[in-house]
């Protein structure tokens, strides 16, 4: 097929939150097998997401959302907010602690959660509220469009690239994934001055076909649920801020 280039400014933006600072410090690095590591007892028991409404008409709630529920001088924003529906509105992960909504929502939204322990299936007590009932909710994403100025900014995914909705039609074997730095005057490069490739660099090449580790991998994405998500058409690089320069080693926090 036309290949597409995604400038690295153009992540999706407004789709996918942490619940807490505490899920997303765990989200990253994956282990060796490129897989996520949760906290065992650490995840989400009972939840309830809220956009805020201008025109309430049913199955709505007068609240105010803070960033930090436990401190109430931290961000926050009153408002009439209307119950979402789950797998309709929104998906959740309730081990890794994060949603993933539909549409980008048009207004802000509001979580109420309470945290419980996983042994193969969830506890059935919460060992926690986090501080958030339906009189004071967590503030998950502000009112308008994020930017780096939102109070919510950080809890927001910058990782993830919208590859087309087709992509869920082709075979995944089939996928050619390249990563370019434009040096302009037609001088874009796939690969560093050390003979690296920006694929392998980034996180995205490490093992062959085969799921052998190879050095500077094999040239191909490697094919885990943590880096390319088939259903969406959705690029995943496995880190918080992947095109930032980063001098704390903190993932790109």
Do not use: C
Not at 232 to 241: A, D, F, K
Request: net charge negative.
């Amino acid at each position: 097929g036309t290949p597409t280039s995604i400038n690295d400014y153009n992540f999706i933006k407004d789709r996918y939150f942490f619940i807490d600072d505490r899920f997303k410090n765990n989200y990253y690095p994956l282990n060796e097998t490129r897989q996520h590591i949760f906290d065992p007892s650490y995840v989400i028991g009972d939840v309830e997401l809220y956009e805020r409404v201008t025109n309430p008409e049913t199955g709505f709630i007068s609240s105010t959302a803070y960033l930090d529920p436990l401190n109430p001088t931290s961000n926050s924003l009153g408002g009439t907010w209307l119950k979402l529906e789950e797998n309709v509105d929104y998906t959740i992960d309730r081990l890794l602690g994060f949603v993933r909504f539909g549409s980008t929502p048009s207004d802000a939204i509001a979580i109420h959660y309470t945290i419980t322990s996983y042994d193969g299936q969830f506890g059935t007590e919460p060992t926690s509220i986090t501080g958030t009932n339906l009189n004071s909710l967590k503030l998950l994403k502000d009112e308008n469009s994020s930017t780096p100025n939102s109070p919510t900014w950080p809890l927001m995914f910058k990782n993830v690239y919208s590859l087309g909705s087709s992509i869920s039609n082709i075979e995944p074997s089939g996928l050619e994934v390249e990563i370019v730095r434009d040096l302009g005057g037609g001088d874009e490069r796939t690969h560093s001055d050390n003979g690296l490739s920006f694929l392998s660099i980034f996180g995205l090449d490490s093992e062959d076909e085969n799921y052998q580790k190879v050095d500077g991998g094999d040239g191909k994405i490697d094919l885990y649920g943590s880096l390319l998500n088939l259903q969406y058409g959705e690029l995943i690089l496995p880190t918080y801020l992947p095109f930032a320069y980063d001098t704390s080693g903190q993932w790109g926090i």
